[in-house]
T-cell receptor
Framework: EAQVTQNPRYLITVTGKKLTVTCSQN?????MSWYRQDPGLGLRQIYY???????DKGDVPEGYKVSRKEKRNFPLILESPSPNQTSLYFC?????????????FGPGTRLTVL | DQQVKQNSPSLSVQEGRISILNCDYT??????FLWYKKYPAEGPTFLIS?????DKNEDGRFTVFLNKSAKHLSLHIVPSQPGDSAVYFC???????????FGPGTRLSVLP
């Protein structure tokens, strides 16, 4: 089954404790991205990757890191989480950045930073 | 300033009636518009899209209308079904995906 998976689905942590949210897709997609969803703001892009070893900042990259060492995986790293990073996070993938290619989203990771 | 606006945070409709979800945008460089549907505890899924060269696109019960001069698009669902209850996100993009923006979403409740 074609899908995007994320882990963990739920995470409660404390300020400053490094964490990683994993994302994996099995569709051989080149383009992957991370979004956060906050009430009243919709989905905002954090980082994206056009291909292996090619990553770039989205609209809200502060406090986040990513890596793309393999085509299928695109982990999101919070080196020192803060309460304002409490949010619902989605990973997405598509054939390319072209908007005519459908983006497939993972099920989401709900993160709470205390 | 939000480039894509959905001014109704929520909407309730009776089963069988029409649901109309609205979306406004400010950036005239947007050329491609999409609607995504999101159920609780799931990621958004693509629903329907429209290019700026068209003013209407239909897919079964779902129709999207685009008024470029007014920078306004709408999603019509006819007839509405309880399974349509979800959050609907409007999104807009330039032709290259360099500026892809989601609206804040509208929660649709279809009442049996």
């Amino acid at each position: 089954e074609a899908q995007v998976t994320q882990n963990p689905r739920y995470l409660i942590t404390v300020t400053g404790k490094k964490l990683t949210v994993t994302c994996s897709q099995n569709m051989n997609h080149e383009y992957m991205s991370w979004y956060r969803q906050d009430p009243g703001l919709g989905l905002r892009q954090i980082y994206y990757s056009m291909n292996v070893e090619v990553t770039d900042k989205g609209d809200v990259p502060e406090g986040y890191k990513v890596s793309r060492k393999e085509k299928r995986n695109f982990p999101l790293i919070l080196e020192s989480p803060s309460p304002n990073q409490t949010s619902l996070y989605f990973c997405a993938s598509s054939l390319s950045r072209n908007p005519y290619n459908e983006q497939f989203f993972g099920p989401g990771t709900r993160l709470t930073v205390l | 300033d939000q480039q894509v606006k959905q001014n109704s945070p929520s909407l309730s409709v009776q089963e069988g009636r029409i649901s109309i979800l609205n979306c406004d945008y400010t950036n005239s460089m947007f050329d491609y518009f999409l609607w995504y549907k999101k159920y609780p505890a799931e990621g958004p899924t693509f629903l329907i899209s429209i290019s700026s060269i068209k003013d209407k696109n239909e897919d079964g019960r779902f129709t999207v209308f685009l008024n470029k001069s007014a920078k306004h698009l709408s999603l019509h669902i006819v007839p509405s079904q309880p399974g349509d209850s979800a959050v609907y996100f409007c999104a807009a993009s330039d032709n290259y995906g360099q500026n892809f923006v989601f609206g804040p979403g509208t929660r649709l409740s279809v009442l049996p």
